[in-house]
């Protein structure tokens, strides 16, 4: 995992990009649409996977972390701008960058939590072992071959 510091940068510019992919057309955000403290609107497709990942956490962590990636490829493929290449070795560490940043980020809205104690749960070694797990199940169904169906 990344350094505190990094992390927090990595955060501050996924935060701008998507900030900028937004500024155009947005309606108002309604009250609960920021994050507190960054004062930013939640741009729309992040706060659909929010609510995804707040009723998939009433089921287990397990259940968050797989709408988490299953939505968040999407949302790159939609937005490739969001992942921060010059700060990673490849797209995949980019992606998994941008996937902690997206965890801070719905932890401070589910949970009203500041930056630092939410980047304090993502640095959790339970966390940090179920996020993996959930990583390698979604790399599994990646990859499982497709059937096809006559």
């Known amino acids: 995992m990344a350094s505190l510091n990094k992390q927090q940068k990595r955060a501050k510019r996924a935060k701008a990009k998507a900030k900028q992919i937004n500024i155009h057309g947005r309606k108002p955000a309604a ?3 920021d994050l507190g403290e960054i004062g930013e609107p939640i741009p729309e497709y992040t706060l659909a996977m929010f609510s995804k990942m707040r009723d998939a956490e009433a089921v287990s962590r397990s259940e968050m972390l797989s709408v988490l990636l299953t939505n968040l490829a999407f949302i790159i493929v939609d937005h490739p701008e969001l992942l921060d290449m010059e700060n990673a070795d ?11 940043d997206m965890l801070i980020d ?5 949970d009203g ?3 630092e104690t939410a980047q304090a749960w993502l640095s959790e070694p339970q966390f940090i072992a179920d996020f993996g797990a959930a990583l390698d199940v979604y790399r599994e169904l990646q990859d499982a071959p497709v059937e096809k169906t006559e």
């Not at 490849?90 to 902690?100: C, N, Q, V, W």
């Not at 719905?106 to 589910?110: D, H, I, L, P, T």
Request: proline share 5%; glycine share 4%; no cysteine.
């Open 106 to 110: 719905y932890r401070m809205w589910a």
């Open 90 to 100: 490849d797209e995949g560490m980019a992606a998994t960058h941008l996937a902690a």
């Open 113 to 115: 939590m500041d930056r």
């Open 31 to 33: 009250p609960d649409d």
